[in-house]
């Protein structure tokens, strides 16, 4: 569970002290997806460093996996309990060698040197590099970037992860695999999941969506909840999905469907129905 | 004068054990005030191309004709290259380097000709219309921004320099909803100045609702060439290239698929819109 309560924080830079979290609040209990979408700058990144200790807790409460963050102590039990995947791929890369920099956290977490080899090769699988192994990260292509970047904390295998834009440079078949592995991790592994996206369609299928802007939380809830209100969608700084930006056209015109569609498939459905 | 691609090959680590084959033989041209859109797979050759494109690889083969000049002759002038032609890379975070946004920013006019006020003001325009409060954001480090402000700060970096060519590799990965739709309509506006758009992306709505011609790319081949309208209208085969199509697209798809009798040369959601209305009160279609 992570359980975020009013975290204030301010990154010093000249000209003052610009509030980047101001009173941010976020619940993540065991086993649940959460999925948080909000404007460029609106504090995602930075809330999500303070779950692993990457940013300390300037202001406020945080609790990870029971554990108080703000207690020193505690930085590298959170480090290895939270996997975070960056949204710049080549912030995350160690070594010159794709394989390497899979087993990098595992090494450094003391996994067993025999176990090494077979759960890198496995999580690489598990994003389609399986035959890139010897390959320079930095001679693959953007997509193959984010791929190998994913892998490195699959390989760990933690019980919180937090995936920040992890699909922002993936072609469309490729982010269907990342989130179908996303959704598995979720519902076969029962773990908990933070997902950052700019996407609304992504949001879709989590647990509970939660809408940020500058530096807090407006609203959360149940993504068809969230999702299909126009005027939140607007004030959050967000764009209605296509079905329910059809919806409400549709309904302005005098047609009503009878619930309003978040995929494009429900859409076709009603659509069809109505005719 | 356009971009002349003639039987274009590249071929990373050449020998090696690495070797990839990344572009094969391809050829096309791209016109002046053309709005392009480049799909394909992940690593099927678009960033590549678009180094090709800006001269930063030398082609395995074949030769690339900016305006009459072949780019890697011997005696073509590089620096001409470079202000005709703004490129915002994959990752252009990695393009920041100086100490503060206004400096990054004005750093590709340095040999402009411009003088110091006429830099500033340009550099401010360039802020503006990447949707930035210019007073606000020009002493910040480009370091101490999020993700999205650094790929709006890099594309004002090169549109400061007002190139005839903007070449644009995944731009819009990482912009929030407002910003990629201010941002589309920016190059737009651009683009009806006459300035030449060359955009890589995954995203098919962007490409569907803005671009006029797609080029698609499938293992290091150009496989498509067309309009959205004529590349969009056959699904399965865009799905069999691991691409996808416009929602509005697919939509229309969907609906054709259950019964309803809606054109499938329908892109955007301006024409879908229209089509859906038109078929629900029981009349002709018109757009
Ligand atoms: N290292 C830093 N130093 C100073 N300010 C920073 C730093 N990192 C981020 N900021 C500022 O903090 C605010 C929040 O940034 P953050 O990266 O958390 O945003 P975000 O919601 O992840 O945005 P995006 O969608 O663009 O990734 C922004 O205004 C940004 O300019
Ligand atoms: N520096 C390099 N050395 C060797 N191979 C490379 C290098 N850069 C890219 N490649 C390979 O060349 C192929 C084409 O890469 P490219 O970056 O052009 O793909 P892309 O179409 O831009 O993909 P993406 O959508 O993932 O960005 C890929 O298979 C990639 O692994
Ligand atoms: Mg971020
Ligand atoms: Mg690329």
Redesign the interface.
């Known amino acids: 569970m992570i359980k975020a309560k009013d975290l204030i924080f301010s990154?010093d830079?000249?000209?003052g002290r610009h509030r980047s979290l101001d009173g941010a609040c976020i619940t993540v209990r065991d086993g649940e997806l959460v999925a948080v979408l909000?404007?460029?700058?609106c504090g995602k990144?930075t809330l999500v460093k303070h779950f692993n200790a990457l940013l300390e807790v300037q202001k406020g409460e945080l609790t990870v996996a029971g554990l108080d963050a703000k207690s020193e102590a505690n930085i590298w039990t959170l480090r290895r309990k939270v996997g975070m995947v960056f949204?710049?791929p080549?912030n995350q890369f160690v070594s010159s060698v794709v394989a390497e920099d899979v087993a990098f956290g595992l090494e450094n977490y003391g996994v067993d040197g025999s176990e090494i080899p077979e759960r890198v090769s496995a999580a690489l699988a598990l994003v389609g590099m399986a035959g890139f192994e010897?390959?320079s990260p930095h001679?693959?292509?953007?997509?193959?970037k984010q791929?190998v970047a994913l892998a490195g904390v699959l390989a760990m295998d933690p019980d919180i992860l937090v995936f920040d834009?992890v699909t922002?440079?993936?072609?469309?078949?490729?982010?269907r695999e990342v989130l179908s592995v996303i959704k598995r991790l979720h519902s076969q592994q029962g773990k908990t999941i933070v997902m950052i996206t700019?996407y609304?369609e992504e949001a879709v299928f989590a647990d509970r969506v939660y809408l940020m802007h500058d530096g807090r939380m407006l609203a959360d809830g149940a993504p068809r909840e969230m999702l299909t209100d126009l005027e939140l969608l607007r004030r959050t700084?967000?764009?209605p999905p296509?079905?329910v930006?059809?919806y409400h056209?549709?309904k302005a015109?005098g047609?009503e469907l009878p619930y309003c569609p978040l995929t494009?498939?429900e859409?076709?459905?009603e659509?069809?129905r109505?005719? | 004068m356009p971009i002349e691609v003639k039987n274009l090959s590249f071929t990373?680590?050449a020998g090696t054990?690495?070797e990839t084959s990344a572009l094969k033989n391809i050829s096309l041209e791209i016109k002046n005030g053309e709005f392009i859109g480049v799909m394909?797979?992940?690593?099927c050759g678009?960033?590549t191309l678009i180094r090709a494109l800006a001269g930063l690889l030398r082609p395995s083969e074949g030769s690339i004709v900016v305006d009459g000049s072949d780019i890697n002759g011997r005696r073509y002038d590089r620096s001409k290259l470079r202000r005709k032609l703004g490129v915002v890379f994959?990752?252009p975070?990695?393009q920041l380097f100086e100490t503060t946004v206004e400096k990054d920013v004005a750093f590709g006019l340095k040999h402009s000709g411009l003088n110091k006020d006429e830099v500033t003001e340009r550099v401010r325009w360039a802020l503006e219309i990447c949707g930035f409060d210019f007073e606000k954001i020009a002493?910040?480090?480009p370091m101490?921004?999020?993700?999205?402000?650094k790929r709006?700060v890099a594309i004002a970096g090169v549109l400061a320099v007002k190139p005839e060519y903007l070449i644009l590799?995944?731009p819009i990965?990482?912009?929030?909803?407002?910003?990629?739709?201010a941002f589309l309509e920016l190059i737009t506006g651009l683009n009806a100045d006459g300035m030449t758009i060359i955009m890589v992306s995954?995203n098919?709505d962007c490409i569907g609702e803005y671009a006029r011609r797609v080029l698609l790319l499938n293992g290091g081949e150009l496989v498509g060439d067309g309009s959205p309208q004529e590349l969009f209208s056959d699904v399965e085969r865009m799905r069999s290239l691991?691409?996808?199509v416009s929602?509005?697209r697919?939509?229309a798809w969907?609906?054709k698929?259950?019964?309803?009798d809606i054109p499938q040369d329908i892109c955007s959601?301006d024409r879908?819109?229209p089509a859906?209305?038109a078929?629900?009160r029981g009349g002709d279609e018109h757009d």
């Open positions: 990154y830079c000249e000209g909000g404007h460029n700058g990144s949204q710049n080549d010897r390959r001679m693959l292509s953007g997509g193959q791929r834009e922002s440079m993936l072609d469309p078949d490729g982010r700019h609304v700084g967000l764009t296509t079905p930006r059809m056209d549709l015109a047609f494009n498939e859409l076709a459905e659509l069809c109505l005719k | 990373y680590s054990p690495f394909g797979h992940t690593g678009k960033s994959q990752y975070e990695c002493k910040a480090s101490g921004l999020s993700g999205g402000e709006r590799d995944e990965a990482g912009l929030d909803p407002l910003g990629r739709e995954h098919a691991h691409l996808g929602r509005s697919e939509i969907l609906l698929k259950g019964g309803m959601y879908l819109l859906v209305l078929h629900l």
